[in-house]
């Protein structure tokens, strides 16, 4: 199970399998691994853990491995040979004590000699030198050569020794270990004439003749081993950092990515002897530890903000001293410097890297830290934007839920689940919520969707997944819950998506439909979700509720429903589709002067087909503007025809229109390409639309503008009967407005129904708009409407909806002696 897990001031990371990365605000399920438990609003516990050490020896990391040939070699030849160097000496320099002494100054120099080689032995094997150490050199090399009878053999020691111990510590280092050798050459001198041996011929000329030697002799040791140093870590860090970056190409996982980064610091760590060095983050009132490598094991946890402001400005340098905390994680007395590490994406606070030396830091040691600093931020930001890009293909963009792919991989996952618990799915469709869009536009739409989805989750249990699989359509996996459980839940989303929201000011009340299906043994994940989509059409189709479970019977309703959709589809192709035509004549004489033309639809089968019957599935499935096109273009073609028998008579041509197809500027192309191809006047072609217009996006509306610039009528159909006002008439184009029949029937007997008629016809005619009654079916229909002042009449009285030759026939035979 995936669990959130953050430092104090860090943000909140994502811990999966072991490994650290880190994370958005809110978090779902990246895999099928960790299906649930992990989504936004939902309480996890959160950790603030003590800082960890870098895991030394971890699984994840490719540990450093030198290579043959590098810096490292050049060094090491060196000091062996000097060490050789030196152990020669010693036991050459104890010959003449051993064969010529006795008593108390043989064994001085016998504990000299021993006292030097475990002295020499430890720097070796520590690769440093301790001041205490130097003070034992010079007392061991006065022991010896106090009890040698010959000065030589101790000349050649010193000088040995100062070889030896040039490869270690600074010049200050170098300038105390000569005055201290210089002080023991002296010594040795000034007891000489005490012994037996007797004395130098000229102590004091031999002594000034060996100090300038032994200085030069130590300040040329040094610079070789600085130079020898210098190249050799130079290669050794190149080598480091190219090993680094190799490692880091590999991974995205920030804990890998830190314990690759710790194991390159105890790289540097070991090649020079006594550093320390420590990661820290600045949160402004503390200092908080999250690092540190070996010799920093007394550091508290956390440190006060004025350490990092006593470090020096530049990390290059050996570093400042005084740094009591610092010093007592150290055990001992160091020159510190540090510098800010880049920036993380989303991380709190300043990360410094804090560095220090007994010796002083080299100016190498720190710009190679600095170029590690930067590796394993880079690294780091590469994890970053990796989870990132996770989290995108995981995530709807919009509104933050799981999509459709970790929608399937989750609920593939839940149903793999070796506790066989039950598992639940839910399909939710917001209700005609491109209303929405066409009203208040995309981005208020989308507005919308995100207030839809944190209500979803709200009303949802803290381990369901919700997931948006469409532009208003989502579905919600629930481990564990059976029928009631998941019904109990869907009730629940309803309840809380069908609250009133607010869009800039305005009131949007939302419909919405919930499918349910739960899954049985052997069935799959495809099934599941066929049944609970297959549920949810039903709710859509039920207008007494919201939520349906599925059941057997829905799957026959589903299936031939989609047979339909599916032979709706083909029908213009396979010319199953036919139009047929009503007149509209003059309320005085009756002359024809317009015809409407109604799309039929002779199925196979089923027989013929009013519109009603099939043109809103057609607007779901997109088939439409395929529809509207051919009406559009059969009605003019016959139009043609009949003004070919009778070019004096040429009639107006009404064709209905979807709203829906003004969302194309095609339609616009389509229409004009009509008008050229059957020269037909654009003034004698009316598309009707109805209320709904009204609603349609702003780009809708303008194209209605713009084919009403080229010419053609726009008409109102079944006025009064949607969204009528006068804002209708004044926002639109509108040049003919069409009674509804319900309106028309009932005028004759029922005093409401008349007034409205004489009101739309009023209002419609001091606004410059003719009028259409449709639904006239009486005489005393056609009387009233006359009286009314209507302009046109459209109904059975005259003639039913015919096809073009029976309507050809009755525009010669009947239409002028009607």
Not at 744 to 761: F, S
Request: hydrophobic share 45%; aromatic share 6%.
């Amino acid at each position: 199970m995936s669990q959130l897990r953050a430092q104090d001031g860090e943000m909140p990371t994502l811990r999966v399998d072991d490994r650290t990365v880190p994370d958005l605000p809110h978090v779902l399920p990246v895999s099928a691994t960790a299906p649930v438990g992990a989504r936004a609003g939902t309480s996890i516990p959160l950790r603030v853990p003590r800082p960890v050490r870098h895991p030394r020896g971890s699984r994840l990391v490719a540990r450093w491995r030198p290579t043959r040939g590098g810096g490292d070699e050049i060094l090491d030849v060196t000091r062996r040979l000097f060490v050789a160097l030196a152990l020669i000496s010693l036991p050459l320099s104890l010959l003449g004590p051993v064969t010529t002494d006795r008593g108390l100054p043989l064994v001085g120099a016998l504990a000299g000699g021993v006292a030097l080689g475990l002295s020499w032995a430890l720097g070796y094997r520590r690769r440093r030198v301790l001041v205490q150490m130097d003070l034992v050199d010079a007392l061991a090399i006065v022991a010896i050569g106090v009890a040698n009878p010959d000065p030589e053999p101790v000349v050649a020691l010193v000088f040995a020794a100062l070889w030896f111990r040039s490869l270690y510590g600074n010049g200050r280092r170098v300038a105390l270990r000569v005055a201290l050798y210089v002080a023991a050459m002296a010594t040795i001198v000034a007891m000489w004439p005490h012994r037996d041996h007797g004395a130098w011929t000229s102590p004091l000329v031999a002594l000034v003749a060996i100090v300038p030697t032994i200085v030069i002799t130590g300040t040329v040791g040094h610079r070789l081993a600085e130079a020898i140093r210098h190249r050799s870590r130079a290669t050794s860090f190149d080598a480091l950092h190219i090993w680094l970056g190799a490692q880091l190409l590999r991974t995205t996982d920030a804990a890998e990515i830190r314990a690759l980064g710790w194991e390159a610091i105890e790289q540097i760590c070991r090649w020079t002897p006594g550093l320390r060095v420590m990661k820290v983050r600045d949160l402004g009132d503390v200092v908080v530890v999250e690092g540190r490598s070996t010799g920093l094991d007394d550091l508290p946890d956390s440190l006060p903000p004025h350490v990092l402001a006593a470090l020096p400005d530049s990390a290059t340098g050996p570093g400042t001293w005084g740094h009591r905390e610092l010093d007592a994680g150290a055990g001992e007395r160091c020159a510190w410097a540090g510098f800010a590490a880049p920036k993380i994406p989303r991380r709190l606070g300043t990360a410094w890297l804090v560095f220090g030396s007994p010796d002083g830091v080299p100016d190498d040691v720190a710009l190679a830290l600095d170029g590690l600093s930067n590796q394993i931020a880079l690294g780091y930001r590469n994890s970053v934007v990796h989870h990132d890009l996770s989290v995108q293909a995981a995530r709807d963009g919009l509104t933050g839920l799981a999509n459709r792919a970790t929608f399937h991989a989750v609920l593939a996952a839940a149903l793999d689940n070796e506790k066989a618990e039950p598992v639940a799915v839910l399909f939710v469709d917001l209700d005609d919520f491109k209303d929405v869009n066409d009203l208040f536009g995309h981005r208020d739409g989308d507005t919308l969707l995100r207030e839809v989805a944190a209500r979803l989750e709200s009303a949802t249990r803290p381990d369901d997944v919700c997931a948006r699989i469409g532009g208003d359509e989502f579905a919600v996996v629930l481990p564990g819950a059976d029928v009631a459980t998941a019904k109990a839940v869907a009730d629940r989303v309803v309840a809380e998506i069908a609250r009133p929201a607010s869009l800039n000011g305005r009131v949007v009340q939302l419909g919405i439909s919930v499918g349910v299906a739960t899954a049985s043994a052997g069935l799959d994940i495809e099934e599941l979700v066929h049944r609970a989509d297959v549920a949810m059409y039903g709710a859509k189709a039920d207008h007494t509720s919201s939520v349906h479970v599925f059941d057997d019977t829905f799957e026959a309703g589903h299936v031939a429903r989609l047979a339909f959709e599916q032979e709706l589809a083909q029908a213009v192709h396979t010319g199953q589709l036919e139009v047929h035509y009503q007149p509209v004549v003059e309320p005085d004489g009756g002359e024809c002067t317009a015809v409407e033309a109604l799309v039929r639809w002779r199925h196979p089968e089923r027989g013929l087909q009013s519109p009603d019957s099939f043109i809103p599935a057609a607007e779901r499935i997109g088939a439409i503007a395929a529809i509207g096109t051919f009406v559009l273009w059969q009605a003019c073609a016959d139009a043609a025809r009949w003004r070919a028998v009778d070019p004096s008579r040429v009639l107006a041509v009404h064709v209905n229109v979807s709203a829906l197809q003004l969302d194309d500027d095609v339609f616009i192309d389509e229409v004009v390409r009509c008008l050229q191809v059957f020269a037909w006047p654009p003034e004698k072609l009316v598309l009707e639309f109805t209320e709904t217009v009204m609603i349609s996006s702003p780009a809708a509306i303008e194209r209605l503008f713009a084919i009403s610039g080229h010419g053609v009528t726009i008409a109102i159909d079944d006025f009064g009967t949607g969204y009528s006002s006068l804002t209708t008439l004044r926002a639109l184009p509108v040049q003919i407005v069409k009674i509804d029949k319900s309106f028309v029937l009932g005028a004759t007997t029922n005093r409401e129904d008349r007034a409205v008629t004489e009101a739309i016809i009023t209002m419609a005619h001091q606004m410059g708009v003719r009028t259409i009654a449709e639904g006239v079916e009486t005489r005393d229909h056609e009387q009233l409407l006359s009286e009314l002042g209507a302009d046109g009449l459209q109904g059975y009285l005259y003639l039913e909806p015919a096809a073009a030759g029976e309507f050809g026939a009755w525009l010669e035979n009947g239409a002028a002696g009607r």
